[in-house]
């Protein structure tokens, strides 16, 4: 079967595997793969569309690095699990809640380039805020509802978290949108 697509539907393909990868507690370097290949992929329509716009591009910016290492830095894992002709030898150390905030940061590019979200990534994002109230804010609205949907979610094990996000991400799909 022969399957074509443009780049940004590979992307979200790319996503929404990521993270049903994620809430089924998949294999970290699998999701890591899948949403560092899909981010790339919108961080750079976000620049085609207009160039420094991606939030890529505010990261590196912030960084206080130059672009090249801010960029190695940002892409050492994806590197890592595609290239092993410089460190054959070499071992990963990667912290599994990376790509909770690697898949929110790629779903909110993908909607800052003027796409619609997924399912899954609307129910990601959701869940996301719910368990890092602290990236957008306590009392904003959003934070706000999505602790209604997920009360008390950091008190919980990272497996509890991870449970109640496919849940949650199962009754969204079957549903065909949010509650």
């Not at 869940?127 to 904003?140: E, F, N, Q, R, V």
């Amino acid at each position: 079967m022969n399957i074509t697509c443009t780049k940004h539907d590979a992307a979200v393909r790319q996503l929404d595997v990521a993270i049903g990868l994620l809430f089924t507690d998949g294999d970290p370097l699998a999701v890591r793969t899948l949403a560092g290949a899909a981010y790339g992929i919108v961080a750079d329509l976000a620049e085609n569309q207009k160039h420094g716009s991606s939030w890529r591009t505010k990261i590196i910016e912030d960084s206080g690095l130059s672009k090249k290492d801010a960029l190695q830095v940002l892409n050492a894992a994806q590197n890592y699990l595609k290239h092993a002709d410089r460190d054959a030898g070499s071992t990963l150390s990667l912290d599994e809640e990376e790509n909770d905030h690697l898949i929110f940061i790629a779903s909110i590019e993908c909607g800052g380039i003027g796409h619609r979200l997924s399912f899954s990534m609307q129910a990601f994002q959701i869940w996301y805020l719910a368990l890092y109230p602290d990236k957008i804010g306590h009392d904003t609205e959003p934070v706000q509802k999505s602790k209604t949907v997920f009360p008390n979610l950091s008190e919980k094990t990272r497996l509890q978290q991870l449970a109640l996000g496919h849940e949650f991400l199962e009754r969204v799909l079957e549903g065909k949108g949010l509650l």
